[in-house]
């Protein structure tokens, strides 16, 4: 059995060792966080995509020509499961969790390095099944993200129904075994590998994120991999767990009896917890580097702590909310709705600490920081409308409008996407030795920032004013002529927030071979990663064990040499 | 778990508000010193692996159980008679055989726990082994480990068997949702049990291929627990089709 001990005896030397089936974490969570970026790319292409359809329905568009109905369902498909899957719940985790969290416990690697491998390689498997989606006859599958029965449930439903959707399920069971292989090694890593001092109360917060994800993932995605095998089994063996009496095409199905609400369920109470997997990342990285680059504790650290774990407690308790459509009962409606709204407490304690802890800070508005404070606003305005949809009797009048895509674009798409981009302009240097150009970062964030309120603030209105989600074209509906204008301007600011995205990656290719060197600690900060070579070595320590002293975030410590004091740094005595 | 041990407070300085935290303690120290693999520390890790591992195959079943019992309450429409009727179906299930089965896995359940206890005592006895002019007598050991996987693959052919003798009379996965839900739990099982299969050939190839007692008592160790949690799974699977029908 490797063990990390046993791994970082010796450094692989070979190629394919050291850079394909690597059992370093570092190797791997890189493989991770590039797998994403070539995901969101594919995710964006396929946005812009449907975002040009839906002004110029006739549009003969590069790769796909004129898109039929089917193909517009098929493109939204496909950018949600690639988006979410491959995207937010690889890369914030996956690249970024197994790179740090490691270094950050003072460990020298994973606790089950080789497992650390193959969740890596799974979840590559995935994601080629399912970019096959697109290649196989019929096409890419129709029944969205959320993969909704009958639809999902039956072959002849649609074009993409067939082989796709098959392709389509079956990356995601694989991709479940391949989050649980990587949330298992998470949960043992941060418990059972931190440091001498590294107590749980002095573990970053960043550290707290990860390791709470993990147990959501742990806890959640089993319940999808089941629904996904009873899926597999309607569609193919014959069974009638999601489908009822349907005709299809005039066809009556063999299927009776099946409840399409059971699939929503599982489904929902995967998926709900599946937002936090893709937003608790982010909002770990948010307080580091909002900390950080406010030279000040971050404010109320136990707070923090204890409000991620009861998102993520809550996050268990509120998937009926997205079924208030399905005619569920008052009385569950008014529960799920509580304990939604319940979730803007701790929300709203994280909030209030962020802001504390600017509060009066010393600010260095670096790329990082930037991207962080982005982070808090997307944060605010994403989630304001989230009181507004966990209530039964405006979810009603509000859920299959744009108001919906609106909103969880806002909290759980570009909120995310901002944790991430702070978190690569913050370990950047850390991770390559190199430090990212900080004018075109800037550039970047000021396009990206003000390019997704330009395309989701106006989606807001939209769906108050009663545009649908999921229709392919709506430019010939009578009632929604008077958005044309105000889509026209959603589209264009698509455009310019992708486009803006390849400064971004020439910044990123760029600055890894060109970038100025980066020094061990270039933003002055205290966690372990800091300590420790840049890039770090193979054993992350250069074959020492750091000892901890101090809490995660000391800085502006009175008395101290500097305005900031290292974890390993003899103790301060100051708060955690 | 972690281990914290207070040392004594250091003057502080500044701004603390609560005493002085020690400067050492917390975390992991099983790596201590670095001078080679500490077993103890590893076979804590696999544990815990073991139990991350163990609430996933729980969420699972849960999540099927939940399915099942929603699945049984649903009406269906029956476009005949205009109403809503029950569908659930009844499934004969051969109770002889699944009783056998059952007994197969429990005494499989007891062989590996044998197989367990008896590697913890080699590997306790290592170090004293090591001392020159030492000796524990017949090192030979009764092959629980090699019984249990035979018990182990008994109790898959009797599954099998159990699977023919349903379709024997006349129960398909698609015949009715009872039915589809015997075969879906009992299979689910069975897959899982195959994972426990690898990882009882697996610490079994530990042990033929001289891997150092420490190392295979972490095999064997955390095979065994997996292998009591199957059988606990295999009870509750076997009382929820028994009971809930």
């Known amino acids: 059995m490797a063990t990390p001990a046993t791994v970082h005896a010796h450094a692989p030397q070979g190629f394919i060792r050291k850079y394909i089936f690597s059992l370093d974490h570092k190797v791997i969570g890189l493989q991770y966080y590039f797998l994403a970026l070539t995901a969101v790319f594919v995710g964006m292409f396929l946005s812009i995509l449907m975002r040009i359809h839906m002004i110029w329905p006739t549009a003969v568009l590069p790769l796909v020509g004129e898109i039929k109905p089917e193909q517009y369902l098929a493109l939204m498909t496909m950018h949600g499961t690639i988006m979410v899957f491959f995207v ?13 969290l490691p270094i950050q416990i003072g460990a020298p690697d994973m606790a089950f390095p080789v497992l650390n491998m193959l969740s890596f390689w799974t979840t590559f498997v995935a994601y080629m099944v399912i970019l096959a989606a697109f290649f196989v006859v019929g096409g890419a599958p129709l029944h969205g993200w959320t993969g909704y029965p009958p639809l999902s449930a039956i072959q002849s439903s649609g074009p993409g129904e067939g082989l796709g959707a098959d392709l389509w399920i079956t990356s995601i069971a694989i991709f479940c075994v391949a989050s649980l292989m990587g949330a298992l090694n998470f949960i043992t890593t941060t418990l059972d590998l931190r440091a001498k001092g590294m107590t749980m109360m002095r573990l970053p917060l960043t550290v707290w994120s990860w390791f709470i994800t993990a147990i959501l993932g742990l806890l959640a995605f089993g319940v999808l991999l089941s629904a996904g095998i009873l899926l597999l089994m309607d569609r193919n063996l014959g069974t ?25 369920h599982l489904f929902w109470f995967f998926g709900h917890p599946e937002v936090y997997i893709a937003i608790l990342p982010g909002m770990g990285v948010a307080s580091q580097v909002l900390s950080t680059f406010s030279r000040k504790p971050i404010f109320g650290y136990k707070a923090m702590v204890y409000a991620m774990l009861s998102i993520g407690f809550f996050g268990f308790m509120v998937w009926g909310h997205h079924m208030f459509m399905s005619g569920m009962s008052p009385y569950s409606a008014f529960a799920f709705s509580l304990l939604t709204m319940c979730i803007g407490v701790p929300s709203a304690i994280k909030t209030f600490n962020w802001l504390g802890t600017m509060y009066k800070g010393r600010i260095r508005f670096s790329t990082p920081m930037l991207y962080a404070i982005g982070f808090v ?84 209105y939209a769906g108050l004013a009663g545009q649908t989600r999921r229709y392919s074209q ?21 455009i310019i927030t992708v486009a803006a995205q390849f400064i971004f990656v020439i910044n990123l290719f760029w600055s890894m071979f060109k970038g100025p060197k980066a020094s061990d600690n270039p933003w002055e900060a205290t966690t372990l990663e800091w300590t420790t070579a840049t890039p770090p070595p193979h054993d992350n320590f250069g074959g020492v064990t750091p000892v901890v002293n101090n809490g995660p975030y000391e800085y502006g410590v009175p008395g101290a040499a500097k305005d900031y004091v290292m974890q390993t740094d003899p103790a301060t005595g100051a708060a955690h | 778990m972690a281990t914290y041990t207070p040392a004594t407070p250091i003057d502080h300085v500044g701004h603390g508000h609560k005493p ?41 079943f849960i999540s099927l159980t939940s399915a099942y019992i929603v699945r049984q309450g649903l009406p269906t429409f029956d476009g005949s008679s205009n109403s809503y009727v029950r569908d659930w179906g009844q499934v004969d299930l051969p109770w002889l055989l699944l009783a056998i089965n059952t007994a197969v896995l429990l005494v499989s359940s007891v062989t590996m726990e044998l197989a367990r206890r008896n590697v913890a005592q080699q590997a306790a006895l290592a170090p004293v082994k090591s001392i020159p002019g030492i000796s524990l007598g017949d090192e030979r050991s009764f092959p629980w480990l090699g019984i249990t996987i035979l018990l182990g693959i008994g109790f898959l ?89």
């Open chain 1, 88 to 100: 937010l719940t690889t890369a914030p985790q996956g690249g970024f969790g197994n790179y740090m």
């Open chain 1, 240 to 264: 009638s767990f999601y489908v009822p009496l349907v005709v299809v095409n005039g066809v009556q199905m063999a299927h009776k009896g099946g409840s399409p609400l059971l699939w929503q």
């Open chain 1, 377 to 460: 606003s997307l944060f605010v305005s994403g989630g304001l409308s989230g009181p507004f949809l966990a209530q039964p009797v405006l979810d009603i009048q509000l859920h299959d409008t744009a108001f919906v895509p609106a909103h969880f674009h806002l909290i759980m798409g570009v909120a995310a996407i901002f944790g991430i981009f702070a978190a690569t302009y913050y370990w950047f240097p850390k991770m390559f030795g190199r430090m990212m150009n900080e004018t075109w970062g800037r550039v970047h964030f000021f396009i990206t920032l003000a390019g997704t309120y330009a395309i989701f603030m106006p989606m807001h």
């Open chain 1, 474 to 494: 709506f430019t010939e509906v009578a009632y929604l002529q008077k958005l044309i204008p105000l889509n026209t301007f959603i589209t264009y600011a698509a």
């Open chain 2, 20 to 60: 002085p935290a020690p400067p050492a303690g917390g975390g992991d120290d099983g790596r201590g010193g670095g001078d080679g693999p500490n077993y103890g520390a590893r076979l804590r890790r696999a544990r815990l692996g073991l139990i991350c591992a163990i609430a996933t195959v729980c969420m699972v």
């Open chain 2, 157 to 245: 052919a009797g599954q099998w068997l159990a699977w023919a003798e349903l379709h024997a009379r006349g129960f398909f996965l698609d015949t009715n949702p009872n039915s589809s839900f015997v075969f879906l739990l009992t299979r689910a099982h069975a897959v899982h049990l195959v994972g426990g299969m690898i990882a009882l050939l697996w610490a079994g190839s530990a042990s033929l291929l001289h891997r150092p007692v420490e190392s295979r008592r972490i095999a064997v160790d955390i095979t065994a627990w997996y292998w009591h949690f199957m059988a606990v799974l295999w009870i509750y699977v076997f009382a929820l089709l028994g009971l809930a029908r």
